[in-house]
């Protein structure tokens, strides 16, 4: 079972939608699919606004589980809730555990990096994104450090850069972004009125083949996706997706330092 964290320390950057629709999309070519709300406001189920029990019905394929009801956000209910998905992956249940992290550094980062093989960080590109990401590469270090084998698979630009950073974004992190940006879509405000994902609402919106691309990057489909539509091509010439054992690297925190 492989363990991908969803991540980033900045709030409302869209950790929890990227997390529910690539489970979503995951289930829906066949992976059997742990989804596993670690923040204490319960993001997942307050995005699909529904009885976690209902959720077969809601994502097929997928199970999701979270934080002890009321828990107060105590690194110990963390605890609690990752020894479930370390039993998870000893019981061959499940192909593939995806962690929805709240907008926090500190210990909470620490044990989520700890057990996660995968990270991608999820960012949006203006000044107070940039602003976040030397923190999460010290972090990022520092678990490997500790032992961590996780790994960088990636950047992802949940808003696509403005004109005016477009070059300062590439030369910083273009080699670490993902080949798709998600981009602003209202289909995934109505997805959120119905509760569901957007990529199984609307499966022909942009955010949704741009999810769809970044399934397939990081190899989350259990089959051949269908192919991906000319317009959803990447916008840059990048190298993420691979596994980026380097990634921390100094060039990053110069680059990241120029934007602030
Ligand atoms: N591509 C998008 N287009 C339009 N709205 C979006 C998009 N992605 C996310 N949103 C909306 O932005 C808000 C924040 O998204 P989300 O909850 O996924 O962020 P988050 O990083 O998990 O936030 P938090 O740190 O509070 O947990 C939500 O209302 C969500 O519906
Ligand atoms: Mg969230």
Redo the contacts with the bound molecule.
């Keep these: 079972m492989r363990i991908l964290l969803i991540s ?1 320390q ?9 997390a529910i629709n690539l489970a979503a999309l995951a289930g829906q070519s066949g992976s059997r699919v742990l989804l596993v709300d670690c ?1 204490p ?1 319960g ?1 997942i189920s307050s ?1 699909l606004g529904a009885d976690l029990e209902a959720s077969a019905d809601i994502l097929p394929g997928v199970e999701i589980i979270r934080l002890e009801e009321d828990a107060c956000p105590e690194v110990a209910t963390l605890q609690t809730l990752l020894a479930r998905v370390v039993s998870a992956r000893y019981s061959g249940d499940y192909d593939l555990a995806i962690l ?1 992290s ?2 926090f550094l500190g210990e909470w980062l620490e044990l989520l990096l700890g057990l996660s093989d995968e990270v991608v960080l ?1 960012m949006r590109s203006d000044p107070m994104g940039f602003r976040t990401l030397p923190a999460f590469l010290e972090a990022l270090q520092a678990a490997g450090a500790n032992g961590s084998r996780v790994k960088m698979r990636g950047i992802l630009l ?1 808003l696509p850069p403005h004109d005016r950073w477009a070059d300062e974004v590439r030369e910083a992190i273009g080699a670490y972004l993902l080949p798709a940006t ?5 289909a ?2 109505e997805a ?1 009125l119905d509760g569901r994902p957007v990529v199984l609402t609307h499966p022909d919106s942009l ?1 949704s083949v741009s999810y769809r691309s970044v399934a397939e990057t990081l190899g989350l489909f259990r089959t051949e996706p269908e192919p991906v539509p000319a317009f959803a091509e990447p916008t840059w010439s990048s190298t993420a997706g691979q596994a980026l054992d380097g990634f921390g690297a100094e060039p990053i925190y110069e680059n990241a330092g120029n934007h602030r």
């Design positions: 980033s900045k709030g409302g950057v869209g950790k929890t939608t990227t923040d406001s993001g995005s929805d709240p907008p999820v949940t998600i981009p602003h879509d209202p995934v405000t959120l955010s």
